[in-house]
């Protein structure tokens, strides 16, 4: 499923058996061709099952990454990813126990609540100050931090922007 904060998951079908088809594609081509995803999957009873990433017409871009609680992440196994000839796809052989429940992404999840309490916590420190900016077209707040010692006025700036595309944690990082 795609019901938490951070998921990306356009669509889900069932191709035959134990083998599903995860339509991944991306946010808004041709600006950002990127087909990121981050969705859930849990288990009822022990099953080995094929998951296809189909990209449509973009190409993979992010090795999967896997994780129990949305914290720590590790890299899917190589020997579990079948990489498609045009880079359009990959196919991934997994095994769950009977009540698991993984998250599959292709990088991991950095939500806006993660977000939110970090830099809460940061304007915690003295010259910190967080405040918002906006809000964006869904009505999301749009925060800020001003970092400064004494009188910011007449003083040289840095801007710094992140997270205009959530995959890109390597960036916001």
């Keep these: 499923d795609n019901l938490f904060d951070g998921a990306r998951l356009v669509e889900l079908n069932g191709i035959e058996g134990h083998q599903f088809e995860a339509m991944i594609l991306p946010e808004n081509a041709p600006i950002n061709p990127s087909p990121w995803y981050a969705f859930r999957i849990s288990a009822e009873k022990d099953v080995h099952f094929t998951v296809l990433l189909n990209y449509g017409t973009a190409r993979h871009r992010y090795d999967p990454k896997i994780s129990t609680d949305?914290?720590?992440?590790?890299?899917?196994?190589?020997?579990?990813?079948?990489?498609?000839?045009?880079?359009?796809?990959?196919?991934?052989?997994?095994?769950?126990?009977?009540?698991?429940?993984?998250?599959?992404a292709g990088q991991e999840v950095i939500n806006s609540s993660h977000v939110g309490a970090w830099l809460r916590g940061l304007a915690q420190t003295p010259g910190v100050t967080y405040a918002e900016a906006g809000k964006s077209r869904l009505k999301r707040a749009i925060p800020y931090l001003d970092v400064h010692r004494g009188d910011p006025m007449g003083r040289e700036t840095i801007v710094l922007f992140s997270r205009q595309h959530p995959p890109e944690v390597t960036g916001f990082l």
Excluded at 74 to 87: M, N
């Design 70 to 104: 949305l914290e720590n992440w590790r890299p899917l196994p190589l020997d579990s990813i079948t990489y498609r000839g045009d880079s359009t796809g990959v196919f991934l052989n997994l095994s769950l126990k009977a009540g698991d429940r993984i998250y599959l």
